[in-house]
């Protein structure tokens, strides 16, 4: 491996900005990182540089662990946004400095030289000075000038972020034939998803300092695991789904999907349908199985090749589709449809039509969306806009349910209607909170958050499960969670026999902590859990998994 | 009819007459004016008021004293100025309004204020006399106050130049392999030397025609802590004009001639860059 990160971790004022991340990039890989601003991207690629120190955590170029080594001992080549020339210098001086510094002779300077300027072609500028070149042409010199002492590994800091379209486009294919040619192992940080995928063997997608998931492009865009990166890559629509049976239900569609599992009890997914996917036709007869609801053009767009349409689904709750933007008051569907079927069937604004999919994919995603339950639905509604659940919701792109349930709590009596809990349901703290939790366990919800009416957004998050069977469904739940917070994670393992005594404690210690904790055992989970759950000031989600 | 382009302010004519009324009245002609008062003067008489040995340590003193005091600024101004443009500090705002108040306290004041510090049983100087330095009344203490006053120049000049030269320039040396040292050197100082050269220059100018602080603290003795600008109004006072102007113009010579050559090497130094372009 040329470049390995173990859990490289740093802090910016107590805030992770790097947040536990671990990877490989091979040798003579193209590897991307994508992100918005502000995801730690650049900070990553500092450390990988030796400008930034870890806090935590190793980096090894080579096989050579550089993590206390410094920024020029450790051989990389970094090229930066605003290409950092020395503008008192030529360009031959700039490219000859790393030479200079190490002492070669002069006769072999020139000849590297000459070597890199073919490379980036820009023969016969040496004598420029970097205030007489164009922008994409000073880039080229930095470039230049990052190799020319043979680094093992290039790093590329938004090295195209200053220069319009075409020169952009340019340097890109430059940039990706110099790599070939010399077979250097590379890392560009990039915020744009088109030049990502134009460049990149592969890709490593971060947001809040935690490098959510890295793959191939095509993997990632066709079968991403998270909702960042489905929406992040791309155009996403986001449905919840139901996982049953037969299949995916999205609506009124079943999709038999060969990511689908039999599940012995159908349970809410998050289903990911790329604006490519959707058909539309004048009837749902036309659509057969695949056809979802019906829907109204709200907008259409020409987009050259392609025609973009956003739709409004007529009745919301037979498909509920969840916001991608996070203004988005309504959420639309979006869809793009190619010439052949733009003739094939032509649309106009308002016109009604019904909406099929041809392809879902289902997130992996332990968490579809929230309920907030209460006796009345006065008391779920207040619930549903406490601020941490309002966060948790906005940052995952999903919708809270209200659900009154006047039995709640009730030892024996079950719920009224039927209809499975789905997603985390949510409950306030209160005296009997563990009391209602076990009721809502013990009536087939999977994870209940338990929520103090102040709690907001934790900086850590403690995890605990009471027995290994239930340890996988506790770690899926918490990534969950943890993607969309940039909170430390820390496992508590504890010998005490009294175990909510002692995570109790434990979440007293600090503010702005929050428990995760798994069961599967649910015989007096309110005795044993009272303490951790009654009136408490922190909130806890309870996972749980019936032992198999 | 010709084209004219459009600017916020009036257009050539107006300004360039401007600039020549400005300079005229302001700058050359009471330059002028003392030339003229030399001139009538024999030439004899004139050089022997000018090279008498008075005469020659005042300027001794005077452009000696000055030249160290704007080496030291060039140095410790160029310290000043990177410490309040690279770091973020508590009281920055507060360091960065007292490197101007040399500018606005008379300098007479400065001067008092320095004799009372360093005189011989002054704050400083108390514990500075059994070491043997003594600063008051010495030619140590014309330095300091040229230093004080002319301080603020240095800092100044130096400070939009030194926000030009950014982190990430000190980063890509690093990252091609150079140490601190190197950097510095072949980075840094390259880049803020016309600025350093510039407030050397307006630290220079500031002391050479320095008064009103020096005289607290020199002492005035003739020939060891005089500087010419004293004799200068010491002839005044006896009535002798024209004595004065010749020291005048001779004072008015020699700064000329040093900040001529600061600014021609200035200006060689960028042709050598630019000749580097062709």
Not at chain 1, 288 to 296: C, D, E, K, L, T
Request: proline share 5%; glycine share 8%; with cysteine.
């Amino acid at each position: 491996m040329s470049i390995t990160l173990d859990q490289v971790t740093k802090h910016y004022g107590g805030v992770p900005v790097v947040n536990d991340v671990s990877l490989d990039i091979g040798d003579g890989e193209f590897f991307v990182l994508l992100g918005p601003s502000g995801s730690g991207k650049s900070t990553l690629l500092r450390a990988i540089a030796g400008l930034t120190g870890v806090d935590y955590g190793r980096i090894s170029l080579h096989g050579r662990d550089v993590t206390e080594v410094a920024a020029r001992k450790r051989g990389v080549g970094l090229v930066f946004q605003n290409y950092a020339l020395f503008r008192h210098m030529t360009v031959a001086d700039n490219i000859e400095f790393a030479l200079r510094v190490r002492h070669m002779r002069a006769s072999h300077r020139r000849e590297r030289r000459r070597e890199l300027l073919r490379l980036v072609a820009l023969e016969g500028m040496d004598d420029r000075l970097p205030a007489q070149l164009s922008g994409g042409q000073q880039q080229r010199v930095a470039v230049a000038r990052a190799l020319a002492h043979k680094p093992e590994v290039l790093l590329l800091d938004e090295p195209f972020g200053a220069l319009d379209a075409k020169i952009r486009e340019e340097l890109r294919r430059t940039i990706r034939e110099v790599q070939r040619e010399l077979g250097i192992t590379t890392v560009l940080v990039t915020h744009d998803q088109e030049e990502a995928f134009a460049m990149a063997d592969r890709l490593g997608i971060m947001n809040l300092g935690r490098l959510l998931e890295a793959g191939v492009p095509h993997e990632l865009y066709s079968r991403p695991a998270t909702r960042f990166v489905a929406t992040f890559l791309g155009a996403a629509n986001l449905f919840l789904a139901r996982n049953g049976a037969e299949g995916i239900h999205v609506g009124a569609a079943t999709i038999a999907s060969h990511e689908h599992s039999p599940q012995p009890r159908e349970h809410e997914v998050v289903a990911v349908v790329r604006p490519e996917e959707v058909v539309v036709a004048a009837t749902p007869a036309e659509l057969g199985s695949r056809f979802v609801a019906q829907g109204v053009v709200d907008e259409m767009v020409f987009a050259g090749a392609l025609e973009r349409l956003r739709l409004r689904l007529e009745d919301g709750s037979a498909a509920p589709l969840l916001a991608t933007a996070d203004a988005a008051a309504t959420p639309y569907l979006e869809v793009t449809r190619t010439q052949p079927e733009q003739r094939a069937f032509e649309l106009h604004p308002g016109q009604s039509v019904a909406i099929g999919v041809r392809r879902v994919h289902v997130l992996p995603t332990p968490l579809s969306s929230f309920t907030a339950c209460a006796a009345s639905s006065a008391a779920a509604e207040t619930l549903a806009r406490q601020p941490l659940l309002a966060e948790l919701a906005a940052r995952m792109k999903t919708r809270i349910g209200i659900r009154p349930e006047p039995q709640l709590g009730a030892s024996a009596a079950g719920p009224e209607e039927s209809a499975p809990f789905v997603g985390a349901t949510v409950i306030s703290c209160e005296p009997q909170a563990a009391q209602r939790a076990e009721w809502l366990l013990r009536h087939g919800a999977n994870e209940v958050l338990v929520l103090p009416a102040q709690a907001t957004v934790p900086q850590r998050v403690l995890i605990h499960w009471m027995d290994e069977a239930v340890r996988p469904a506790t770690l899926a739940v918490s990534e969950s969670v943890l993607r969309h917070v940039p909170a430390e994670a820390e496992y508590v393992g504890t010998l005490s026999r009294e175990v909510a005594q002692e995570l109790a404690r434990r979440l007293s210690e600090a503010p702005g902590q929050m428990l995760i904790v798994g069961v599967s055992d649910l015989a007096r989970f309110a005795e044993r859990f009272s303490p951790l759950l009654d009136g408490g000031r922190w909130p806890v989600l309870v996972v749980h998994r019936a032992p198999s | 009819m010709s084209f004219r382009k459009p600017n916020v302010l009036p257009g050539f004519g107006l300004t360039f007459g401007f600039t020549i009324f400005f300079l005229s009245a302001i700058v050359l002609l009471p330059l002028a004016a003392l030339v003229l008062a030399a001139a009538s003067m024999h030439w004899s008489e004139f050089v022997a008021m000018v090279s008498s040995p008075r005469a020659l340590g005042s300027y001794r003193l005077s452009f000696g004293a000055s030249a160290l005091a704007a080496s030291i600024n060039a140095v410790f101004g160029f310290v000043i100025a990177w410490t309040l443009v690279r770091y973020e500090f508590p009281g920055r705002r507060l360091i960065d309004a007292l490197i101007d108040m040399p500018f606005a306290l008379p300098t007479a004041v400065s001067g008092i204020a320095l004799t009372t510090v360093f005189a011989q049983h002054g704050w400083i100087g108390r514990y500075l006399e059994p070491l043997g330095i003594k600063v008051a009344y010495t030619w140590l203490g014309v330095t300091l106050a040229l230093t004080l006053i002319s301080m603020p120049f240095a800092v100044r000049a130096m400070q939009p130049a030194l926000l030009e030269v950014q982190h990430d320039l000190e980063e890509a040396a690093e990252t091609l392999g150079a140490g601190r040292f190197y950097a510095f050197r072949r980075i840094i100082l390259p880049t803020v030397l016309p600025a350093l050269l510039t407030g050397f220059t307006l630290a220079f100018a500031r002391a050479v025609g320095e008064y009103g602080s020096v005289i607290f603290i020199a002492g005035n003795l003739p020939m060891k802590t005089e500087i010419t600008p004293l004799l200068i109004v010491i002839h005044l006072e006896q009535f002798d004009y024209r004595g004065a102007a010749a020291l005048g113009v001779v004072m008015l010579l020699m700064s000329f001639v040093v900040l001529l050559a600061i600014n021609l090497l200035q200006a060689w130094n960028r042709r050598r860059h630019a000749r580097a372009a062709h």
